[in-house]
C-alpha cells in the first residue's frame, strides 16, 4: 500500500492507475461525489482554474470500482500530482497553489501550524453530511469541462 500522510488509503496498483490517467502538468482532484461541500468545490475549482490544470474524479469512479477504497468512506480529498500524493488539509493547500487566484489563501495557510489545519480539516470532514447535507445528483459540466472528468 502507499502511504499518504500516514494513512493507508490507496494501493500502489491504484496509485499507479490513476497517476497514468493525470496529463503532463495537471493534477487530479479525488473528492466525495455524495458531498455538497465537495460538490460545490468542484463547482468553485471549475470556475477559478482558467488554465484548466486541474482534473476530476470521484471516489465512486470506475477509477476505484472493486478496489481496496470501495470499502473506505471517504473523509478526505486527495490530490495527485507530479509532486506527490496529499490528503485532507494538504491537498486543499496544494490545490490551492495550482490556482493562482486563490494565492492569498496559499499563503495564509501555510502561516497555519499543520496541527491546527489539519484538525480544522478533520472536523469539517467528520460533520460535512450534518452541516451540508448529501446529494445523489451528479454535476452535469459544461461540454467545455466534460474532458476534465474521470468517470
Do not use: H, W
Amino acid at each position: 500500500m502507499i502511504e499518504i500522510k500516514k494513512e493507508e488509503l490507496i494501493s500502489s496498483e491504484t496509485l499507479a492507475l490513476l497517476i497514468t490517467k493525470i496529463p503532463e502538468g495537471k493534477g487530479l482532484v479525488v473528492s466525495d461525489g455524495d458531498c455538497v461541500l465537495c460538490n460545490r468545490l468542484i463547482l468553485l475549482l471549475l470556475k477559478a482554474d482558467r488554465e484548466k490544470r486541474l482534473i476530476f474524479t470521484t471516489f465512486g469512479s470506475s477509477l476505484f470500482k472493486n478496489r481496496e477504497t470501495q470499502e473506505i468512506t471517504p473523509q478526505s480529498l486527495l490530490y495527485i500530482s507530479q509532486a506527490g500524493t496529499f490528503k485532507g488539509s494538504e491537498a486543499v493547500l496544494e490545490i490551492s497553489q495550482a490556482i493562482p487566484q486563490f494565492a492569498l489563501l496559499t499563503r495564509v495557510m501555510k502561516f497555519v501550524p499543520v496541527s491546527i489545519r489539519e484538525a480544522l480539516y478533520r472536523f469539517v470532514a467528520r460533520y460535512r453530511y450534518t452541516i451540508f447535507g448529501r446529494t445523489t445528483k451528479c454535476i452535469l459540466p459544461s461540454s467545455e469541462d466534460a474532458g476534465r472528468f474521470i468517470k
